[in-house]
């Protein structure tokens, strides 16, 4: 018997021999999220599901091609005033999949991403089935959002796969494959997407007549010691606090609260939901989850911004066959990106060791991707075959897009434009990925211009998320609109900054270097300066920095950013005497710090002392100064990006210092940073340092104008971007 369908806004009811079918399609939406007229849709149905005799089970399903239930509706986090009012949603989601757990056998049918309140929600259900498709994966991503699961996913998964694996995935939010999902009995199965409707009916059906029942959980016999009496549960809880704290130096609050409401969950004495909503009220309150969350929707901003102001905005171009010229270092970087973007890559260098050299780079990225089981042998092979090498133009003549990443110079990116120009047919983009030199003065070169610009990669380019494209005046829209869209097919968050000396992220780097060396002139200890940045929440300090970048390459970004700045970023002289003695950083694997054979980082190699203008001497200067000294420079060259319309948005600046250079993400970045600290205080900050080191400090006009007016990069509330 085939009752009629019942359609809602979001979810749609077929009820076939006792078995409700509930596909969740959100109209008009590419993801399923649980909005608050979902959530009340869904307390609705399920309401009549458990009084309605003739239903006996429900199938859970997604009508998206590729997505389950990407979770919560982030944009009502910011609806919360107070931790109450986030505490007081975290129970309604309690109540809401209580009553899933507590009702009718309900089989949830997976394909696609499952993510946060979605892999909560598949938690509440009575079985799990997920596809074997590659989107599908499940995870608990809260945490990058300065949060915890807050519908119960801290009490239910522990339950459901024990401690160590629950504890994986909420400390770091991985997503789990479909086979991994298996294995840990986070679902009960895994069917080919064809079959994934019949046999969620199947298994609902045999739920409801008993002929089926949960199966016990299957731990490795080790983590069962472990997980199942408390003293084993006080072991995994410290290791997994020092992890945490090792990770995060105590600076992101939410992995800690995240222990500890699973721990509650354990306890005699304590109520872990209760925990949880309590935790999760007081997280949602913080800086450092306000500023994660507006990266979010930063970043998702981004997603739908092309980077030009043309109505109509022109169409991307179609970019399947790329060219690389040089093989180097960046070259390979770029080919190890671009080849699983689906593109076929061709790569020119100067003989066949060198080619061979970038093709081994490639394969490296490859099969740390293989190893991981991000792709299967077959996919390797594939992604290799997907790019040659040539020590000529052969295979150039039909390049969608040719990125130059020869040697930083000017006389030969110009000799390497007129040869592409001659081989590649006149549609061809041609963009150069100089960290420093104006793209203007690049394209001078050029028979089209119009067709060239700057897609700066950063290293290692596999790993680090931002890309920065350069345009200048004279650049064609559609050029802009494709090479954004294609760096978001590389996987990257774009950023369209105007042409200028070391564009954005080089030139707000560079005071901020540049600090850090004055301060070593002053005879400041590396250890203190590199630690004082960690602390601020900088993944490495900047000492590290130059090293890791090497020196070569940070002093010839300061020279150039120098000559165009003046006083402002006149260099210090500790980076160039260090230089001069031949220390690269790691790649030459000697620096300020030590390095092993395999390039490891030992401690502070103390020899570099006696290069330094102090000698052994060693000067005090307080970490919180140090801190301002550094940071303080940076916010300033940040606001004068804007103000010089280097940058687009303060949204830009903050996107772009937070995955090109580091800038501590729960801070949000530069803008959000001084938003925050209010423009006043940071001009007044500004103005001291300025007192004691003329010329270096001096605040951008428009930051002062804001600090006399009062007024924000960001509105006060509401949605940031
Ligand atoms: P690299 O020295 O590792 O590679 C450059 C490659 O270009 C070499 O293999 C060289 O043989 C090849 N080459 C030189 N002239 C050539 C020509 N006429 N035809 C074909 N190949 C030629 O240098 P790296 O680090 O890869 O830098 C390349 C570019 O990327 C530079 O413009 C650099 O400023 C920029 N960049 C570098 C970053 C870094 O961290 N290393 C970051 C962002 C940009």
Redesign the pocket.
Known sequence: MTAPATTQRALTMVVENGIAVLTFDAPGASVNTFTAAVQSELRETFDAIQRDPSIRATVFISGKRDNFIAGADIEAFLEFRTADDAERSSREGHAAFAAIADGKPIVCAINGGCLGGGTEFALACHWRIATDAPKTSMSLPEVQLGLIPGAGGTQRLPALVGLQAALDMILTAKNVRAKKALQLGLVDEMVHPSILRRVAIQRAAELADGSRRREARKHGAGELLLDENPIGRAIVFRKAREGVLAKTKGLYPAPLAALDAVAAGYSSDGDGYHTEARLFGELAMTPESQELVFLFFATTALKRDMGVEVDPLPKPLPIDKLGI?????????IASVASPAGTIVRM????TT?IA??LAAVRDVMRDKLVKKQITRTQFDDLMLAVSGT?DYTGFGNADLVI??????LQ??H??LR?IESVVPPRAIIA??????PIARIASASARPERVLGM????PVHKMPLLEIITHDGNDPQVVVSAVSYGRKLGKTVIVVRDGPGFFANRALSPYVNAAGLLLDEGVSIESIDEALVKFGFAVGPITLVDE??LD?AT?AGAIVSESFGARMAPNESLQRVIKAGRLGRKGKRGFYVYDDAGKKGGVDASVYELLPTGQRRATVPAARIVQRCVYAMLNESVLCLEDGILRSARDGDVGAVFGIGFPPFRGGPFRFIDREGAASVVSTLDELEREFPGRYQAAASLRAMAESGERFYPAAGKPV
Do not use: C
Not at 348 to 351: R, S
Not at 404 to 409: I, Q
Not at 432 to 437: A, L, R
Not at 456 to 459: A, E, G, P, Q, V
């Open positions: 010229l040089g093989a180097g270092f960046m070259g390979a970087g020119k260098d100067a003989d060198r050299k970038g020590t130059e990443a020869v040697f930083e110079d030969v990116k000799q390497v040869e150069s990925n100089t960290s420093t030199i700066h990669f950063f290293s970048v090497g390459v010839k």
